[in-house]
């Protein structure tokens, strides 16, 4: 997985990535979970590694499913991430696909809804 030209190879990248996408920082998960922020880094940077049920309160925080933090698909329960590199767009560039997306996302949402009531 990509994630603005950076690969989520490993648990780390996925754990910040996670978390980051949930606009939360370091010292924010700390205090939601009692996991010290330095162990948090240490997590994101593949330093150590969380044990089985920290990885799970990690998983519920950041509303993701254990598999995908460990790198076993791509979906967090019926939904599919999707990523696109956009390392090599100016920021302009990158702003107007995020935009793009926003857009597609809220004329679906919006059918989706007019669909729920015919």
């Known amino acids: 997985m990509v994630y603005g030209g950076i ?8 754990l910040r990535f996670a978390r ?5 920082t370091q010292v924010d998960v700390s205090k939601l979970t009692g ?5 948090i880094s240490n997590y994101e940077n ?9 990885l799970k309160i990690l998983a519920d925080l950041y509303d993701v499913s254990a598999d995908y933090l460990l790198g076993r698909n ?17 920021d ?4 107007q696909v995020e935009e793009y997306v926003e857009f597609m ?7 989706k809804e007019k669909d729920k009531r015919r």
Do not use: C, H, M
């Not at 302009?92 to 702003?95: G, T």
């Open 7 to 14: 690969r989520l190879r490993t648990l780390g990248d996925r």
């Open 20 to 24: 980051e996408r949930k606009e939360l």
């Open 35 to 39: 996991i010290n922020n330095k162990t």
């Open 46 to 54: 593949s330093i150590s590694y969380p044990d089985p049920e920290t």
């Open 74 to 90: 791509e979906k967090k329960n019926k939904e599919v991430y999707y990523s696109i590199d956009v390392s090599d767009l100016p």
């Open 92 to 95: 302009e560039a990158i702003k």
């Open 105 to 111: 996302r809220q004329k679906y949402v919006s059918k």
